[in-house]
């Protein structure tokens, strides 16, 4: 991995040779364009839908609803566009950005206008649309080859006996479903760590182990995860965690993705966050019995013993393409033995297949003293062991074990509330510290604490 001050050097040099500088932060702005090759979250009608896109020249996109779009109609166009596929023409056409901005001098107060009272009551309206629609199914499929989706909403709400006979608030009800059902508009995000990780959480959750976007951030902030680190990570939950930090370190730093066994674990979640080959430079994968060898024995005999293992070990032809195409640096000797002389300034564990208190009674005497430490289960008992067992042993302070707790917000003009049900499920458990190292580990607190002062009689 080039030092810092090379990387510097070759900024500097960038820009005085006229080229655009590519930084790190402009990788992840939300407001840069999509470029070839770059994976963007394409979400379909407010949510309903949503698929990952590699971008590639000739490369043919499905948007369900026997709907598709050459990558062509997304290449140049700035990542938050919206886009709507024309079902009379089969074409997707940007029809601008996300949001609305509100004039600020105008001061539009109707924006946030309490909605109006209708006279009208839904009562006389039957539940059911049967019979309400006067136009066929075969007159709605020929209107659809020639008008736009919004289009069609207006002819069929127009043609609809019970339209005009509902409030103006069951009205927009009914428009929205029409929308969604006549026309597919298409939101192009970037996939930033929290929107990788929602997406996954409601449509995969299994592969990054029920991970919450939620607990994601109470994770990176408790471990005190930032640039020009040195972060030790354990995590089973696709590469989700390693992506976030990543992220957050921007590419400045050193990441040791530590693993159980001969290979890491899968890594495909990184795939999709559009990272630079500067935050792939500063990741490293290393065993963690590797590391602890390393740090009981010292660095020439873990050197020695790891390499007649390597030896012994080779990785197939298989693993070594797999290795090549999720971009795996493996810790040489140099790195080993940097990592832990100077240890890791923050420690992120995420793993359903490790016992807490096992591990941290492992992996914190690599840690440098006031290094942070988080770490992320399903369950409070594994963690309330290991909680009791980090202040029974002195080995770290600030100790807390919390539930991360999240619950959606409908807000809307004179309708704010909090949503009474929620499909999101329990957020697991964090524990987290800052590690002091080892003061009189064997002995118990009560042994030392000072004895009470005896009266005189």
Known sequence: MAPEGERATEAAA??????????????????????ENDVVLLEMNDGERATFATLRAGKVID?????????????????????????????????????????????????????????????????????????????????????????MVEIIAAYSKTFEEKTAFAQEKYKA?????????????????RVVCEQYFYENPSKTSYMRFDSLSMLMNMANVGAHGQT???????????????????????????????????????????????????????????????????????????????????????????????KMKFANDGDMSDFTQHGFSSLVIASLSVEPKAVLEQLLPLCASSASFAVWFNASQPLAEAYYYLRNSNLAVNLSLVEPFLRSQQVLPGRTHPVMTTDAGSGGFILSGTYVGGVNTNTPIEANKKPKREENS
């Open 14 to 35: 960038e820009r005085s040779s006229g080229k655009p500088e590519t930084t790190a932060s402009e990788r992840v702005h939300a407001g840069r364009a999509m470029r």
């Open 63 to 151: 948007l369900g609803k026997r709907a598709r779009a050459p990558a062509e109609a997304f290449l140049g166009a700035p990542f938050g566009s919206m886009y709507e596929a024309r079902h009379n023409t089969g074409e997707v056409e940007r029809i601008g950005a996300t949001t609305e901005v509100i004039n600020e001098e105008t001061d539009d107060e109707e924006a946030f206008a309490a909605p109006l009272a209708d006279e009208r009551s839904n009562k006389n309206v039957p539940n059911t649309e049967h019979g309400a629609q006067t136009l066929t199914d075969s007159e709605i499929a020929a209107l659809k080859r020639e008008f736009t989706g919004e289009e």
């Open 177 to 193: 479903r029409k929308l969604k059902k006549h026309m597919t508009k298409i939101l192009a995000r970037f996939p930033s760590p």
């Open 232 to 326: 030790l990570v354990l995590e089973t939950c696709g590469g989700l965690v390693l992506g976030s930090i990543m992220h957050r370190m921007g590419g400045f730093g050193r990441i040791c993705n530590g693993f159980v066994g001969t290979n890491p674990t899968g890594m495909e979640v990184v795939q999709n966050m559009n990272f630079d080959p500067t935050h792939y430079d500063s990741v490293r994968h290393a065993s963690l019995s590797g590391l602890i060898e390393a740090r009981q024995k010292g660095a020439v005999e873990a050197d020695t013993t790891r390499a007649k293992s390597m030896e012994t070990t080779e990785p197939s032809t298989a693993e070594k393409k797999e290795r090549v195409y999720m």
